[in-house]
């Protein structure tokens, strides 16, 4: 009998774990309501440049911060480097319903997104450890990216229910309340003590994540697959309200029900990864997941194209974004098994923080194609990053399987506990 995604919950450690990225997750969706509330307050109609500003520092903070942090407490327990990020994003959460001047804003932000870049590849790089058995990881994997785009869906109304009976300052106190909840979860689950690793220079621990993104097939194949859902998001989240309240004619209800479109089409593909990869490899299905970004930027093009407000219009939107939704899904929810598998225990971390930056660097490149050429044209938009993601997909299916084939997982009890040999950072 199989066993569903949910049978990794029974492993308590792992079950702390993911309880502590659930609430956590919920605490950043109320932060992202309240923000923007914050910032409207503080600079009325320029709202929408500070918000932008704050964006931006989000990911120099994921791009920058990740790679160095990872360096500095590499050699520290992971529970203690969780709980420490934890409780600086629940200071900064905290604070921030005091601020009386946009720069302060700006400021904490960047505090509070350089504790959440410590503190998501960390998490990762923990849970291999902590679920060594590769079908239970890949179902952890799914779990994991169910959590966040359902809670990308509720956290929104949540903070509208909750807006309803207090101010939106309460908003930042339910933060870090989700904030100190996931260090108390994180602080009673029993996680396996780091490998040591080699000494190393602060430059090696620093590069060695990149330098093995350079060196390993496998990664650099990564690599090529976060363009492509760097492509579908940019366009989703850019450009979503444009279409549907301009072209759309539409209210901002309809907003949510389009992202919610895109975030159903996500949990259909994270619920079909652990199945499938007892059929196919990791590589295959995410060279699917590659062509379904590219199928669903086509038909967001022409969609974007059709008559303001008709059917056609309508139609070619939510169908690309549950396409989109599904393959950004294909690409992602399997790739931490990739990472896994190409590094080892006590280099881990490294190779999750290098992950994470240059998976946020791609968004800086396909951001700004999104909202400037979505500017002058959506469809045209849609159009140039569909040359992006086709030229990546094409990539990816350049890389030969017998020069990957050992970032496939064994199926046995040991999983990933050996990862690929010499190939540590």
Known sequence: ????????????????????????????????????????ELAGEAAGAVLGTALAIKMVA?????????????????????????????????ILPFVTEVWQIYGLIFLLQAASATFTPTFQAVIPTVLPRPDDYTRALSLSRIAYDVEAILSPVLAAVLLT????????????????????????????????????????????????????PSLRFVLVANLVVACGVALVLVNTVVLVKDQGEADDAAVAVALAVFGAGSVVAALIVPRAVEHWSVFAIMRGGAVVVSLGLAVAALGASAPTGSLGMWVGLLAAWVVLGMGTSLIATPT????????DPSGRSLVFAAQFAL???????????????????????????????AGATVLLFGFRRAKMGDAEPRHTQEGYRGGVKGRTP
């Open 1 to 40: 009998m199989r066993a569903g995604i949910t049978s990794v919950l029974r492993n308590q450690a792992y079950r702390r774990l993911f309880g502590a990225q659930v609430v956590a997750l919920v605490g950043t969706g109320l932060l992202t309501v309240a923000l923007g509330l914050l910032a409207f």
């Open 62 to 94: 994921y791009v920058a911060v990740a790679p160095i942090v990872a360096a500095v407490v590499q050699r520290l327990p992971a529970k203690a480097v969780l709980v420490g990020a934890d409780l600086v994003r629940l200071g900064m959460a905290a």
């Open 165 to 216: 009976v207090v101010p939106f300052t309460a908003l930042f106190a339910g933060t870090a309340i989700g904030f100190a909840a996931s260090a108390a979860l994180v602080l009673i689950a029993t996680l396996p003590q780091r490998p040591p690793g080699e000494s190393t220079s602060f430059w090696q621990r620093l590069t060695g994540g990149v330098r093995l993104f350079a060196r390993v």
């Open 336 to 343: 931490g098994r990739v990472l896994a598998v190409a590094s």
């Open 359 to 389: 998976s946020h660097a791609c968004y800086l490149v396909t951001y700004p194609v999104a909202g400037w050429v979505g500017a002058w044209s959506v469809a045209g938009s849609a159009l140039v990053l569909l040359g992006m993601s």
